[in-house]
């Protein structure tokens, strides 16, 4: 049985999650956001309710049908370290895509999870796909594995068009050469010439999403599902949440946490449609995640601080228990509307709910990883189920 697709989409900069999935319900959320806090929905702003204290701001208004379906939920709260804040983006970001905050651990979580996935044909070219330029750390390590932001273009460089003979000698030369090498340089030298042979004779952008860093690489899945790939893993950057100054209008998709919100949500709402009406099949989980949030109160420059308690979307189109928020150790109905205020630590919203609870539920209820395989890839974690998957 091939594996369902695991997509991490990091959103580089510290996403403010209370804009996203709003607690426009709770009194002290809208006193200490002033100008930037999300409207109550009231039919005409765009703003939809997720429930009776949450809503989707127009920018993200996209995926209420979604929500709707079942197939999306938020998690509130979430941290790399629920003892105290890690305000540094390196560190945080670091923690986050090896899975464990040991600063000797060099490959990624995924990677790691990647490994030990079977493989329903041992001779697939490619396993996982870094859309970077770079192979993220998220994936580093990773068996049979490429980087590139833009696979339809993927080649090797200054040698020619990919049709020209001189191109075709070299990857011939390069394949020989790595063939006659010891390995681990063999394996991963005869296994990048090969994907790149896969990718090169594929039929790109048969499903266009939304131009921008999420949707171009949700295509490309879309693309390679289609083509017969048994992709397991992708990893998504998507920069630009580090938004210290002049957010407003924040709701709306005109400004840029606006834009960045709406480009995110478009391009999941694109590829659940594509992917529902595709010829070919997948089971897929998708995870959005940030190193961290942003403080409760706004900045006198209209913007909003590093801050503590995060988030993380989760879209599956199969095995989510869907259609839920989970908030921790608050919830904006507590204590008369001010729920949110008593887990304000120092204008931060406390982190209650570590990030490993989320993706260690996926990879032992999507993946049906042991206890075995989780402590490999969660060093020292013990999974705390908080009911995201069924």
């Known amino acids: 049985m091939t594996s369902p697709i695991v997509i991490s989409i990091f959103l580089r900069g510290g996403m403010d ?37 949450f809503a989707l701001p127009p920018a993200a208004a996209p995926l209420k049908s979604i929500w709707n379906a079942g197939q999306i939920s938020f998690v509130h709260s979430v941290g790399v370290d629920l003892s105290e804040k890690v305000g540094s983006h390196f560190d945080a970001q670091r923690r986050l895509e090896v899975g464990d905050p040991d600063e000797s651990v060099a490959t990624g979580w995924l990677a790691r999870a990647v490994n030990m996935l079977p493989l329903g044909n041992p001779a697939t070219p490619l396993r996982a796909l870094s859309h970077t330029p ?35 000698w070299q990857k011939l030369w390069l394949r020989e050469t ?55 893993a992708m990893h998504v950057d998507y920069g630009g949440w580090d938004l210290h100054a002049n957010l407003l209008p924040l709701g709306t998709a005109l400004g840029t946490m606006g834009a960045q919100m709406a480009h995110l949500a478009e391009s999941l709402a694109g590829f659940h449609a594509a992917m529902a009406a595709a010829p070919v099949q997948r089971d897929y989980v998708i995870l ?103």
């Open 17 to 53: 999650f209370l804009s996203w999935c709003a607690p426009v319900k709770d009194t002290y959320y809208s006193f200490a956001r002033g100008a930037l806090k999300i409207p109550r929905p009231d039919g005409s702003n765009g703003a939809e309710w997720l429930d009776n204290h």
């Open 134 to 168: 770079l192979l993220a750390r998220t994936l580093s390590g990773a068996e049979k594995t490429v980087a590139t932001a833009d696979p339809a273009a993927f080649a090797l460089p200054t040698v020619g068009p990919r049709d020209s003979q001189h191109y075709t």
């Open 178 to 232: 790595y063939k006659r090498s010891a390995d681990p340089v063999r394996e991963a030298g005869v296994s990048t010439v090969t994907a790149l042979d896969t990718l090169e004779s594929l039929n790109w952008g048969g499903t266009p999403l939304p131009s921008g860093p999420v949707g171009d690489a949700l295509g490309a899945v879309v693309d390679l599902v289609q083509s017969g790939i048994e992709l397991q």
């Open 288 to 390: 959005c995640v940030s190193e961290f949030g942003r403080r409760i109160p706004a900045n006198s420059s209209a913007g909003l601080d590093h801050g503590w308690g995060g988030g993380i979307t989760i879209m599956a189109n199969t095995g989510l228990n869907g259609a839920r928020i989970v908030t921790g150790a608050w919830h904006p109905s507590s204590f008369a509307g001010y729920g949110l205020q008593l887990q304000e630590v120092n204008g931060d919203l406390r982190a209650s709910v570590d990030f490993r609870d989320v993706l260690a539920e996926c990879l032992a209820k999507r993946l049906g990883f042991d206890s075995t395989q989780l402590a490999a890839v969660f060093p020292g974690y013990l999974l705390n189920d908080r009911g995201l998957f069924v």
